[in-house]
């Protein structure tokens, strides 16, 4: 059962999912038991890296940074919990208010750990509605970032007795305490945040926020009867004459035991006494498309727009993103595709987050349906120096993948602003498509090869320092010895180890008879896991 458990981490919990189809974990996954038997020891708990920051959009101007951890810090943590997952369930399970119950999927599909019930969410908000009349609403400010690593120790084996007994080594030999070492190696040592983007991170949080739950008990009377919790998203109901500050008080004194603080700006109180707004996912849900092909524009029309401004009102969600989804599960006539796309390109322009979505579903469709091609490469050109200029290394990466999936011929200027940016992504998206030939002109990667050295490999670009090598992909000669007779990457090599499989195209789940079948049954929103 380790071995299953570590398999499904390092295969469908690693990398972010938000990356373009071609990266990919599974051949590390298939060898992760044989490298975690060789690692243990003092020698990888000492084999300190920096992870690659892949920023994605969140809402307006806001950015998420997401972390490609390297592999064999990677392995060490996840191994950990593994191996340790009986434990680690067992505290889990203490939590009665968390709808966020961390498990192994048993799928073969989707991420490695199962997500939040959110079907549960809304029953426990009209639970909190019908038994309090009000409740608070509010979240953990900057969650991820903002968690210090050595309370995972605190979380396992309790903050007093940690602080107590760190000295001993009995401490120093527990998982508790090597889980706290192995997150932070993959950091370079830093010990405030934890990497956002493999499941690890999903599992180690939830840990956190259910030992802060023990604190909040003592603070705020009742607390596990009237409280609903989905990751860092916490609310509380009100009794009658109770104040929303008098609760907060309590939840911000258990959460500063563990160094962490409210989010004042997504603190609102609810029901009874406050403005009530419709939920915008009824609309974007119940929303539907004339059969009749003449009436098919105005409805789209009337559809983005009504969403567009749905979205102004809620800058918070990803209101936009889900509108553009529920509208590529329509079943639009073919002389109205084109109307159809234009509007899903000026929501991309509109917010970045619908980007990746965009990016995908019209390289999925597009030998099979006859779509604006001259807009869509016009919009691909005219994005790529415009988001490579401004670092924004997700959207960039997708409008890099969907040139090459609809094989885009793509003039070198435009690729000027990109070769200089500290990004394994789009170095090795950017090198498959001067393989593909798809790059008209000459192109410098010296600044990226300058990274295939054995500090590279412990570097924020390890992943292009040894995947391009291995793939023989630099344009000059390459010597590969700084991998071959690495300490642990050689072992990666000897097993033909691959992080970016070319062959690997858009994914089934961005077609419209996937998309119309995912809304059916109610699964079609994709709502983000990790805090906000």
Same mark, same amino acid.
């Given at each position: 059962?380790?071995?299953?458990?570590?398999?499904?981490?390092?295969?469908?919990?690693?990398?972010?999912?938000?990356?373009?189809?071609?990266?990919? @974990?599974?051949? %590390?996954? =298939?060898?992760? /038991?044989?490298?975690?038997? !060789?690692?243990? +020891? *003092?020698?990888?708990?000492?084999?300190?890296?920096?992870?690659?920051?892949?920023?994605?959009?969140?809402?307006?101007?806001?950015?998420?940074?997401?972390?490609?951890?390297?592999?064999?810090?990677?392995?060490?943590?996840?191994?950990?919990?593994?191996?340790?997952?009986?434990?680690?369930?067992?505290?889990?399970?203490?939590?009665?208010?968390?709808?966020?119950?961390?498990?192994?999927?048993?799928?073969?599909?989707?991420?490695?750990?199962?997500?939040?019930?959110?079907?549960?969410?809304?029953?426990?908000?009209?639970?909190?509605?019908?038994?309090?009349?009000?409740?608070?609403?509010?979240?953990?400010?900057?969650?991820?970032?903002?968690?210090?690593?050595?309370?995972?120790?605190?979380?396992?084996?309790?903050?007093?007795?940690?602080?107590?007994?760190?000295? @001993?080594?009995? %401490?120093? =030999?527990?998982? /508790?305490?090597?889980?706290? !070492?192995?997150? +932070? *190696?993959?950091?370079?040592?830093?010990?405030?945040?934890?990497?956002?983007?493999?499941?690890?991170?999903?599992?180690?949080?939830?840990?956190?926020?259910?030992?802060?739950?023990?604190?909040?008990?003592?603070?705020?009377?009742?607390?596990?009867?009237?409280?609903?919790?989905?990751?860092?998203?916490?609310?509380?109901?009100?009794?009658?004459?109770?104040?929303?500050?008098?609760?907060?008080?309590?939840?911000?004194?258990?959460?500063?035991?563990?160094?962490?603080?409210l989010n004042a700006e997504k603190t609102s109180t609810l029901g009874l006494g406050?403005?009530?707004?419709?939920?915008?996912?009824?609309?974007?849900?119940?929303?539907?498309?004339?059969?009749?092909?003449?009436?098919?524009?105005?409805?789209?029309?009337?559809?983005?727009?009504?969403?567009?401004?749905?979205?102004?009102?809620?800058?918070?969600?990803? /209101?936009?993103?889900?509108?553009?989804?529920?509208? *590529?599960?329509?079943?639009?006539?073919?002389?109205?595709?084109?109307?159809?796309?234009?509007?899903?390109?000026?929501?991309?322009?509109?917010?970045?987050t619908c980007l990746s979505f965009v990016a995908e579903h019209l390289a999925a469709?597009?030998?099979?349906?006859?779509?604006?091609?001259?807009?869509?490469?016009?919009?691909i050109l005219q994005q790529i120096p415009i988001k490579a200029a401004a670092g924004?290394?997700?959207?960039?990466?997708?409008?890099?993948?969907?040139?090459?999936?609809?094989?885009?011929?793509?003039?070198?200027?435009?690729?000027?602003?990109?070769?200089?940016?500290?990004?394994?992504?789009?170095?090795?998206?950017?090198?498959?498509?001067?393989?593909?030939?798809?790059?008209?002109?000459?192109?410098?990667?010296?600044?990226?090869?300058?990274?295939?050295?054995?500090?590279?490999?412990?570097?924020?670009?390890?992943?292009?320092?040894?995947?391009?090598?291995?793939?023989?992909?630099?344009?000059?000669?390459?010597?590969?010895?700084?991998?071959?007779?690495?300490?642990?990457?050689?072992?990666?090599?000897?097993?033909?180890?691959?992080?970016?499989?070319?062959?690997?195209?858009?994914?089934?789940?961005?077609?419209?008879?996937?998309?119309?079948?995912?809304?059916?049954?109610?699964?079609?929103?994709?709502?983000?896991?990790?805090?906000?």
């Amino acid at each position: 059962m380790i071995e299953t458990r570590l398999k499904k981490l390092l295969r469908r919990g690693y990398f972010p999912a938000e990356l373009p189809p071609p990266f990919t @974990t599974d051949s %590390f996954a =298939d060898n992760a /038991a044989a490298f975690a038997a !060789k690692w243990e +020891g *003092a020698a990888i708990r000492k084999f300190w890296t920096a992870p690659e920051v892949y920023s994605i959009p969140r809402y307006g101007d806001i950015r998420r940074k997401l972390s490609l951890v390297n592999p064999v810090n990677q392995l060490h943590v996840a191994h950990l919990i593994s191996t340790n997952w009986s434990d680690i369930k067992t505290k889990l399970a203490r939590s009665t208010v968390t709808e966020f119950k961390p498990e192994f999927a048993a799928n073969s599909t989707g991420r490695a750990i199962t997500g939040v019930d959110f079907d549960g969410v809304a029953r426990q908000r009209a639970r909190l509605l019908a038994t309090y009349g009000r409740y608070v609403k509010t979240d953990i400010a900057r969650f991820y970032p903002s968690i210090y690593t050595h309370s995972i120790a605190w979380a396992i084996v309790g903050k007093a007795h940690a602080k107590a007994n760190h000295s @001993t080594k009995a %401490f120093k =030999d527990s998982y /508790a305490n090597h889980l706290d !070492k192995a997150v +932070g *190696a993959g950091q370079e040592g830093q010990t405030i945040g934890i990497p956002i983007g493999p499941d690890t991170s999903r599992i180690i949080s939830e840990l956190i926020v259910v030992e802060v739950e023990e604190n909040v008990k003592i603070n705020i009377p009742s607390f596990e009867s009237r409280s609903l919790r989905y990751v860092d998203d916490i609310l509380i109901g009100l009794e009658e004459n109770e104040t929303a500050s008098a609760v907060l008080s309590g939840l911000s004194l258990a959460l500063y035991d563990y160094q962490l603080e409210l989010n004042a700006e997504k603190t609102s109180t609810l029901g009874l006494g406050c403005n009530h707004s419709p939920e915008w996912i009824h609309y974007v849900r119940t929303f539907e498309l004339s059969p009749k092909a003449s009436r098919q524009r105005d409805d789209l029309d009337s559809f983005f727009e009504q969403a567009v401004y749905l979205a102004d009102q809620n800058k918070r969600d990803n /209101a936009l993103l889900f509108a553009v989804k529920r509208a *590529a599960s329509f079943a639009v006539d073919a002389t109205n595709t084109d109307h159809l796309v234009r509007w899903m390109l000026y929501c991309a322009r509109r917010s970045a987050t619908c980007l990746s979505f965009v990016a995908e579903h019209l390289a999925a469709i597009n030998a099979t349906s006859k779509l604006p091609l001259a807009e869509i490469h016009t919009y691909i050109l005219q994005q790529i120096p415009i988001k490579a200029a401004a670092g924004h290394t997700d959207e960039l990466a997708w409008l890099l993948f969907w040139a090459r999936e609809i094989k885009l011929i793509v003039p070198a200027s435009v690729m000027a602003n990109v070769m200089n940016l500290r990004s394994s992504t789009v170095g090795l998206l950017t090198l498959d498509l001067w393989h593909s030939s798809l790059i008209n002109g000459p192109l410098d990667f010296s600044f990226w090869q300058g990274f295939a050295t054995e500090s590279g490999l412990k570097s924020e670009m390890w992943l292009i320092a040894y995947e391009a090598t291995r793939k023989g992909w630099w344009p000059k000669t390459q010597n590969d010895d700084f991998i071959t007779k690495h300490s642990f990457f050689a072992d990666l090599w000897a097993s033909k180890v691959e992080f970016y499989d070319s062959g690997k195209k858009a994914r089934e789940r961005v077609t419209p008879s996937a998309l119309t079948k995912s809304f059916a049954e109610g699964s079609g929103f994709g709502f983000p896991e990790y805090p906000m």
